[in-house]
């Protein structure tokens, strides 16, 4: 049952911090977003930081995950690219609020949350290197750095304007023109 409470609570965060700037959002309507008190929502979360800290770190570990995953499987590096940019893109159309979130509270954390943020963003992009080092050895991907490349991998994924982006066509064919993108650039040359 807590964690049911506890799902609850993210939720109704997520939702009113989507739609509002961290400050303006209060406790009270987390709590009765809800449908608990503000006492239950106190003994589930120490304040509004907390809550929101939660919520990234929670993201921040999903994807992080769900990207390990990938480089475990048995594809090609082609195909773990494919696959990744597929999960990233399916993942954001099924919370696309969570980008507003960020965009509209990130520049409202501390000094040290960010330093975490950077953190795991960091892990995140040494995750897909190790993706890039795979496709270099294939011959697939050009030999530069890999974490360079994956940082830049992940920059066109985690836009800002990945929201405008998808909200305006279908997914599958979004996939496949970032893959596409990623991996020839935008040079009509013919390699």
């Given at each position: 049952?807590?964690?049911?409470?506890?799902?609850?609570?993210?939720?109704?965060?997520?939702?009113?911090?989507?739609?509002?700037?961290?400050?303006?959002v209060?406790?009270?309507?987390?709590a009765?977003?809800?449908?608990?008190s503000?006492?239950?929502?106190y003994?589930?979360?120490?304040?509004?930081?907390?809550?929101?800290?939660?919520?990234?770190?929670?993201?921040?570990?999903?994807?992080?995950?769900?990207?390990?995953?990938?480089?475990q499987t048995?594809?090609?590096?082609?195909?773990?690219?494919?696959h990744?940019?597929k999960?990233?893109?399916?993942?954001?159309?099924?919370?696309?609020?969570?980008?507003?979130?960020?965009?509209?509270?990130?520049?409202?954390?501390?000094?040290?949350?960010k330093?975490?943020?950077?953190?795991?963003?960091?892990?995140?992009?040494?995750?897909?290197?190790?993706?890039?080092?795979?496709?270099?050895?294939?011959?697939?991907?050009?030999?530069?750095?890999?974490?360079?490349?994956?940082?830049?991998?992940l920059?066109?994924?985690?836009?800002?304007?990945?929201?405008?982006?998808?909200?305006?066509?279908?997914v599958?064919?979004?996939?496949?023109?970032?893959?596409?993108?990623i991996?020839?650039g935008?040079s009509?040359?013919?390699?």
């Amino acid at each position: 049952m807590a964690e049911d409470t506890r799902g609850k609570i993210l939720k109704s965060a997520v939702q009113l911090f989507s739609k509002n700037n961290y400050h303006v959002v209060s406790m009270s309507e987390i709590a009765e977003g809800a449908g608990i008190s503000k006492g239950t929502l106190y003994w589930h979360f120490d304040s509004k930081e907390d809550l929101f800290r939660e919520i990234t770190i929670n993201g921040m570990n999903y994807f992080n995950n769900q990207f390990k995953k990938i480089v475990q499987t048995d594809q090609n590096s082609n195909e773990k690219i494919h696959h990744l940019i597929k999960f990233v893109l399916n993942t954001l159309v099924e919370h696309l609020n969570m980008i507003d979130v960020f965009r509209n509270n990130v520049e409202l954390i501390s000094n040290e949350f960010k330093d975490t943020i950077e953190a795991k963003h960091k892990e995140n992009i040494d995750v897909v290197a190790e993706i890039i080092k795979q496709g270099i050895d294939e011959g697939i991907i050009k030999n530069e750095n890999p974490v360079d490349i994956s940082t830049m991998l992940l920059s066109v994924l985690f836009t800002p304007q990945t929201k405008e982006l998808l909200d305006h066509a279908q997914v599958e064919k979004k996939i496949n023109f970032i893959y596409d993108f990623i991996m020839n650039g935008i040079s009509r040359k013919e390699n």
